[in-house]
């Protein structure tokens, strides 16, 4: 099963303010989900995939016996996640996290251009 996940930024003026929203979308199943969030482009992307596969796990009949294709449109957190770039020190431990999944789960990661990324559907930066 295919599933997206990305990132967009809402307001650019106020840091202060939620100004991104943690996006993933399941286009098979019909699910959308977006939520406000406070973070910087890479940790709101991380928090986006996370983030979607909490939703996997706590919806496992979905998902059950299905491959987990799951596709994003930062290079940098797939190559970070497929282990073939460093990670910065504040990103290991979402890393971490995103790696315990991904033991679980055996869900492959790859990447998506922007434009093409129903998770964001709609929106452009």
Same mark, same amino acid.
């Given at each position: 099963?295919?599933?997206? /996940?990305?990132? /967009?930024?809402?307001?650019? *003026? $106020? *840091?202060? =303010? %939620?100004?991104?929203?943690?996006? +993933? *979308?399941?286009?098979? =199943?019909?699910?959308? +989900?977006?939520?406000?969030?406070?973070?910087? =482009? #890479? %940790?709101?992307?991380?928090?986006? &995939?996370?983030?979607?596969?909490? /939703?996997?796990?706590?919806?496992?009949?979905? +998902?059950?016996?299905?491959?987990?294709?799951?596709?994003?449109?930062?290079?940098? &957190?797939?190559?970070?996640?497929? $282990?073939? @770039?460093?990670?910065?020190?504040? /990103?290991?431990? #979402?890393?971490?996290?995103? #790696?315990?999944?991904?033991?679980?789960?055996? +869900? *492959?990661?790859?990447?998506?251009?922007?434009?093409?990324?129903?998770?964001?559907?709609?929106? @452009?930066?």
């Amino acid at each position: 099963m295919e599933c997206y /996940f990305g990132s /967009f930024q809402i307001m650019a *003026s $106020q *840091s202060d =303010a %939620h100004d991104r929203l943690v996006c +993933f *979308s399941i286009p098979d =199943a019909g699910i959308i +989900f977006k939520a406000p969030f406070n973070g910087e =482009a #890479l %940790h709101t992307d991380y928090a986006s &995939l996370l983030t979607l596969l909490e /939703f996997v796990e706590l919806n496992g009949k979905l +998902f059950e016996g299905k491959d987990l294709n799951i596709y994003g449109d930062n290079l940098d &957190l797939v190559k970070q996640v497929n $282990q073939q @770039s460093p990670v910065k020190y504040e /990103f290991t431990e #979402l890393l971490k996290k995103t #790696l315990d999944y991904k033991k679980r789960y055996k +869900f *492959s990661l790859g990447w998506v251009p922007r434009q093409e990324n129903p998770s964001i559907g709609g929106f @452009s930066n």
